[in-house]
């Protein structure tokens, strides 16, 4: 079946592709679109051009099986100019997403009409490259530089609506997306055409705009190379003809290409895809999920009500009293609020999500749900009590999740009527926020079940991982060993800012001891005092000894670092130098690349044991999780990838 196909509507030639599943610009497709605007150019009976997809999309980009290797003719630059310079006018009619070198595809085009659903963007940074086919060069002559900057060096998609009010598309519509292109370029061509893109001319922004912008973008990007090098690829376009600016462009992204951030990010990509859609369960179907209940409404608990009436679920949120219930409702609604006083959201939005929430004392009201999430405290008599009610409530085929973050689910579990239905599912706080989702399955849960939780993690909008059971998972556990090495070093004498100075270098957004201070020391202290209590020998940490002293972090205005009242800039402490004093030897001279290097080294031996014993399926599945669940820079590819060679 030919990946590009012609009918006709009277004078109207339509332009289908077929290409799935996301009719992707491949070397065929290239081709095909080629050989198509020669053929309708020599048909004297055809006056227009209407480029539509097949399928769930629009182009949504590149072909992924060709990352990394040598592009073969036609390239997408050349391709995007001849759709331009056709002698029939190019309509892209668009549905679903127009990514990346679909997106120059339609700025090839005349003129772009969108489905009200769709959205276009330009997420090359994304994969540490820049557009390569005249993305910083059309974008900013057909919306404007402002525009064209958020939308090339964010990366971030834009839906319809927004899409027209910035120009980037030219009509929105609703219904039968053919018939109303169709529509649209008919009447066109009763009209004067616009320019072609490339002949149109762009608006100079005023002084000092490329500066802020840049101060801007290098602010956020922490390190990352591509936004800055986009953002110079804009302002060439601005200042340079639209040859020069082409050639600048593609000289930036082949360059770009073959850099380690953008094998890191690639390889970011694809543990991503890997993660989420494992193959030991592509054989299990998993079980529908119309209705989910949560147990315990505190942060992390209303969190995930959150997350689930996103995602379109109705929710029955369980506490042990009335008035428990209500502050869980509350932070539950706290949360809308924000997102309405923010803008992220219309209070229409928020009223309907909050109305399929219903807060309850009585487990009963559990009974017909097909999953449920138990998010109350970090111990085990407590979930334990939780499970032995659901056990005793839910139908026997619904699924029964715990989120803890430390215990092993297996005792959690102990006693639960068909435990093939149990899973842990540890969200992260936010939970409606934090993308990382870890599975963990014991050893009775089903395939079914756990093909369920991925397929949650995927309803949610989350990174779905699976691991094993150890202490902390594969997230916690290289956390401990990650701040256990960062105290090994303070010991050393090195100065606990320049550690949190180092890791900010390496593009985390906090160094390890800022981390724990906005968290409170308290968390992990309790922890290990319950592992202590419980026979356990665990040695105590430098943490231990400014817990015990009062200081928890931010909230006792004062943890690793001192702060001011009503500010959380941290200021070195002389009151942390005196208590810790006896516990430092020596003063160890290290680079800030050395610091670096010899935490995340930590971090990737602990992340070989993990993978070594199981934990973890596949050391990609190391590197998704700490860059989603524990901030590890993006573009540095995780720290197995970060230290693959080495």
């Given amino acids: 079946m030919s990946v590009v196909t012609i009918a006709r509507e009277g004078e109207i030639a339509v332009v289908a592709v077929n290409n799935p599943p996301v009719n992707a610009l491949g070397q065929m497709l290239r081709q095909g679109l080629w050989d198509t605007v020669g053929a309708l150019d020599a048909d004297p009976s055809v006056r227009a051009v209407v480029l539509i997809c097949e399928g769930r999309t629009f182009i949504a980009g590149a072909d992924v099986t060709e990352f990394g290797k040598p592009p073969v003719p036609p390239h997408l630059p050349d391709l995007v100019d001849h759709i331009e310079g056709a002698a029939k006018p190019w309509f892209a009619a668009i549905h679903g997403s127009a990514l990346g070198g679909g997106f120059e595809i339609a700025m090839g085009c005349r003129f772009r009409i969108a489905l009200d659903s769709a959205s276009v963007g330009l997420p090359e940074v994304g994969l540490g490259i820049v557009p390569g086919a005249s993305g910083t060069v059309r974008t900013p002559r057909l919306a404007g530089v402002e525009a064209a900057v958020d939308l090339v060096t964010s990366g971030k998609p834009v839906k319809a609506a927004k899409a027209a009010a910035l120009g980037l598309v030219d009509a929105v519509v609703m219904g039968d997306l053919r018939s109303e292109a169709v529509a649209f370029a008919r009447a066109a061509l009763g009209r004067p055409l616009p ?89 299990a179907e998993p079980l529908p999920i119309r209705l989910a209940g949560v147990v315990g409404g505190g942060t992390m608990g209303a969190g995930i009500a959150v997350a689930l009436l996103d995602a379109g679920l109705p929710v029955v949120l369980v506490e042990r009293d009335g008035e428990a219930v209500e502050r869980g409702l509350a932070n539950i609604r706290n949360v809308y609020d924000g997102a309405v006083k923010r803008g992220r959201m219309t209070p229409d939005t928020a009223a309907e999500r909050l109305s399929v929430v219903t807060g309850k004392t009585d487990y009963a009201a559990l009974a017909d749900a097909d999953l449920v999430i138990e998010a109350v405290f970090e111990e085990i008599g407590v979930k334990r009590a939780v499970f032995a009610e659901l056990g005793r409530i839910c139908r ?217 014993e199981g934990v973890a399926r596949q050391a990609s599945d190391i590197d998704v999780v700490e860059i989603h669940g524990y901030g590890f820079p993006r573009w540095r590819g995780g720290p197995m990838f970060a230290t693959r060679s080495k």
Avoid at 217 to 246: H, N, T
Avoid at 267 to 280: D, K, Q, T, W
Avoid at 498 to 511: E, H, L, Q, S, T
């Fill in 396 to 612: 026997p085929e619904a699924v029964l999740a715990t989120n803890t973050s430390y215990l092993d689910p297996r005792l959690i579990a102990e006693g639960l009527p068909n435990p093939e239905r149990f899973i842990g599912l540890h969200f992260f706080s936010p939970a409606n926020v934090m993308k990382l989702l870890e599975i963990v399955p014991v050893p009775e849960t089903a395939p079914a079940v756990v093909a369920t939780g991925f397929a949650l993690g995927r309803m949610l909008g989350k990174i779905p991982v699976q691991a094993g059971i150890c202490e902390g998972f594969i997230g916690n556990r290289i956390l401990k060993r990650y701040r256990a090495s960062a105290e090994a070093l303070v010991r050393q004498g090195v100065a606990i800012d320049a550690i949190d100075g180092a890791m900010r270098a390496y593009g985390f957004a906090m160094g390890p001891f800022e981390a724990q201070d906005l968290g409170g020391l308290d968390i992990a202290f309790l922890q290990r005092e319950g592992a202590r209590a419980a026979g356990q020998d665990v040695p105590e940490t430098l943490g231990d000894i400014l817990v015990r002293a009062g200081r928890k972090g931010q909230k006792t205005g004062g943890g690793w670092y001192d702060y001011a009242l009503g500010d959380r800039t941290p200021q070195p402490s002389t009151a942390v130098a005196e208590l810790l004093s006896s516990q430092i030897s020596g003063e160890a001279d290290m680079s800030v690349v050395e610091i670096a290097e010899s935490l995340v080294g930590e971090m990737a031996e602990e992340g070989a044991a993990i993978l070594s």
């Fill in 195 to 283: 320019l072609p893109l490339s002949r149109r001319p762009v608006e100079t922004p005023g002084p000092g705009f490329w500066e802020r912008q840049e101060k801007a973008i290098s602010k956020r990007a922490r390190g990352e190379a591509a936004p800055l090098r986009a953002l110079a690829c804009l302002r060439k376009a601005v200042e340079a003809d639209f040859s020069d600016a082409m050639a600048f462009e593609r000289a930036t992204f082949l360059e770009l290409r073959s850099s380690e951030q953008a094998a890191a990010l690639r390889h970011v990509f694809f543990a991503e895809r890997a993660a989420g859609r494992p193959s030991h369960l592509a054989a």
